[in-house]
């Protein structure tokens, strides 16, 4: 599925005041600590959002590495323009996954965080990737465990589908439905890639509120879109109520679970 189309309206904005801090901060870190370049290095990233990892990537390394973020939604886009409009070593561009406008062996280092699983053709995706990064460059990106390991976002699934039985709103399992090693340990290798590790990295994510957790994955990621039609807010003190059943009132934490993939490109 692509991203083009489905992060649209309200849900950037609420992505990144809800879902960022939710989620994707802690392992934006993790991801930017594998990262070691040297001053004058060329990054690539792919798929950056609003650009939390952006960010951490901008903070963390020498402050002559150039830093190229993409996202093929543009409005994704302006909001990280807009976040990081301080930083001199960030340009922002649209590009599509599976047909990078770069030349060959342009870049030292490919990032992607929780974004592959949403290209629509993954070999070809990963065969750009491949082409695009300099002989010896590293690919490295993150995806979800499986909902059962993601105690948040299974809660706020199992709520949601109960809605609607005959037609579900079940996007979140195409984010946490991209899992199995063997399975892209085989596409990275079709793409070319060799030397492909993983770690399963398992982190504790927090909250002030169940209903922060509500907006945070039911109003700030594409499901907004599926629950629109049945009402969103309504949709939304729907997941609130489970999630207090679940988790209780107050400050929330629950586990969250991802696999990180480093490849590299033959030299």
């Known amino acids: 599925m692509s991203t083009e189309n489905i992060f649209k309206g309200s849900i950037p904005s609420t ?39 952006t960010e951490c990537l901008a903070n963390r390394l020498p402050s002559g590495v150039i830093i190229i973020a993409t996202d093929l939604n543009s409005t994704m886009l302006d909001v990280a323009r807009e976040n990081l409009a301080k930083y001199n070593n960030i340009s922002f561009n649209v590009a599509n996954a599976i047909d990078l406008h770069y030349n060959d062996d342009s870049f030292d280092v490919v990032l992607c965080q929780f974004g592959v699983m949403f290209f629509p053709d993954l070999i070809q995706a990963y065969r750009e ?17 499986s909902l059962d390991n993601n105690h948040f976002s299974r809660a706020v699934h199992e709520s949601v589908i109960k809605l ?10 195409l984010p946490y439905g991209y899992h199995n090693v063997e399975v892209i340990k085989g596409q990275l290798e079709e793409a070319g890639f060799r030397y492909i590790g993983v770690d399963v990295v398992k982190k504790q994510s927090r909250a002030d509120s169940a209903r922060d957790v509500a907006l945070a994955l039911a109003a700030g990621s594409p499901l907004a879109t599926q ?9 939304v003190e729907t997941v609130e109520a489970d999630l207090l059943d679940e988790f209780g009132e107050g400050e929330i934490s629950a586990p969250m679970q991802a696999k990180v993939f480093h490849a590299v490109a033959s030299s």
Do not use: C, Q
């Open 164 to 173: 609607d039985r005959v037609n579900p709103p079940d996007f979140l399992k």
């Open 129 to 145: 990737v491949y082409r695009v990064l300099k002989p010896g460059g590293e690919f490295m990106f993150n995806v979800w465990d």
């Open 15 to 53: 992505y990144h005041e809800y879902l960022v801090p939710l989620i994707f901060s802690d392992y934006a870190e993790d991801l930017v600590s594998r990262v070691s370049v040297p001053d004058g290095a060329t990054i690539l990233e792919i798929a950056a959002g609003t650009g939390v990892l």
């Open 227 to 235: 629950l629109a039609e049945r009402g969103l807010s309504d949709a």
